[in-house]
């Protein structure tokens, strides 16, 4: 076993409970992240209002992402177990039309 997978091995638990918290209090934290950036863009003056903007929906964005990545199986070739042989990989895509 390799030294990153010993590493994804160990960080599991707490990704987990990451996420678990994340969907538990998700309204608590966009709060939270919505009255720093008032206070941030009060501070400057408006002067950075664009780009605190900007870096509170993707700290959202990422806490969406965190929330429901909750008992998700990590993908084939993302350090997750590879797909068992004659599984035909991926569904084969519905008929057009």
């Known amino acids: 076993m390799g030294l990153l997978d010993t590493l994804k091995a160990k960080l599991a638990p707490a990704k987990d409970k990451v996420s678990g918290l994340a969907k538990e ?10 009255k720093v950036a ?7 003056k408006g002067k950075y209002s664009d780009k605190i903007q900007t870096g509170t929906g993707k700290a959202k964005d990422a806490l969406d992402r965190i ?6 199986p990590p993908s084939p070739g993302a350090g997750g177990t ?6 035909g990989g991926t569904p084969p895509s519905p008929p057009a039309g």
């Open 82 to 87: 590879p797909p068992s042989p004659g599984s």
């Open 38 to 44: 008032k206070t941030v863009d009060e501070k400057t």
């Open 67 to 72: 929330a429901k990545d909750e008992g998700t």
């Open 25 to 34: 209090h998700g309204d608590k934290i966009d709060q939270g992240l919505d």
